[in-house]
């Protein structure tokens, strides 16, 4: 079922722009948080909420800049794998200490660390950029320099290919026993330590594959835009993922995308129709979700499936 429903998202999202071109710009940011989205919401399956997951995907953007400027690494693929393994690594140091806590604590000090991270970037101006952040250049593919529009096109397909099978990975991660355990962890972690499981571990596991995903999509986003900028750390891209898990919906690895082409395209048109009332057409999103569709977006378009197969 996933593997049906995160195929038929990839050939919209590769189809769409034949005939909208600016969708496929659109559709790369969209990835970028998704990817983001899918870590956060593997943490809610757990019962446990981050509102500072924003410093993963700066680490990841970041990282990607930096190695460009400082290493000399411009492939693109090269420069993924990078910046992918910075944002483990850095999650697996955080994530060490953070897995003692829970609940409101767990959330505010995920909070804490990313506005640290983010003052850092501002701040460091002669490393960083400061708040003017910095130049990401137009990587190669496989050694090839290629015009911006091309690369665009080819970044597109790229990021498909990532998110389906960043999605596939992740469905089979939470359908795994070690999965299986992150969801005891919501609803009985005390059982699961008699049971001989460390809970901290398994969190450990689940957050190390969050920053995983989130460093990724940072990466994307900036070789997308060709910029980052200290605010990819900030509290509120933060809880714009959060906004997203929750939109698309926790039930199925598909809702993070799902929620994250919602919120981007509602974003896309009200930044050209109703640019005044886009904070308003959020919340009237999420107060949607919260009281009509409490298993999000996603939730409905499996109970619409069960319905028609029922029928």
Request: proline share 2%; net charge positive; with cysteine.
């Amino acid at each position: 079922m996933v593997l049906w429903h995160i195929l038929i998202l990839a050939a919209v999202t590769l189809l769409a722009p034949l005939a909208v071109p600016w969708l496929g710009f659109v559709f790369s940011l969209a990835i970028g948080k998704g990817l983001a989205a899918l870590g956060i919401a593997m943490l809610l399956r757990g019962g446990l909420i981050s509102i500072g997951h924003a410093l993963y995907v700066a680490v990841g953007a970041y990282a990607t800049a930096f190695l460009m400027r400082s290493a000399g690494i411009n492939d693109l693929f090269l420069l993924f794998i990078c910046a992918t393994l910075t944002a483990t690594l850095a999650g697996l140091v955080v994530g060490a200490f953070v897995v003692r806590y829970r609940a409101i604590f767990f959330a505010m000090l995920n909070l804490a660390i990313s506005m640290v991270f983010f003052t850092l970037l501002s701040k460091l101006y002669h490393l960083t950029g400061g708040t003017d952040g910095m130049r990401v250049a137009t990587p190669t593919v496989l050694g090839q320099a290629l015009s911006r529009g091309t690369f665009d096109l080819v970044l597109q397909a790229v990021s498909v290919a990532l998110m389906v099978a960043a999605a596939l990975m992740s469905d089979r991660y939470l359908k795994s026993p070690l999965g299986e355990a992150l969801s005891a962890i919501h609803t009985n972690e005390v059982r699961l330590e008699y049971l001989g499981v460390s809970a901290r571990g398994v969190i450990l596991v689940a957050y190390t594959i969050s920053a995983a995903l989130a460093g990724l999509g940072g990466a994307i986003t900036a070789v997308a835009i060709g910029h980052v900028v200290p605010e990819l750390s900030y509290w509120t891209l933060s809880g714009q993922l959060v906004l997203i898990a929750v939109l698309g919906g926790i039930g199925g690895v598909p809702g993070a995308f799902i929620g994250a082409f919602f919120l981007e395209l509602v974003r896309t048109f009200a930044a050209d129709y109703a640019a005044d009332a886009w904070n308003a057409i959020v919340g009237a999103s999420l107060l949607i979700v919260i009281f009509f569709l409490p298993d999000g977006l996603y939730g409905l378009l499996q109970r619409l499936e069960k319905g028609k197969r029922a029928a």
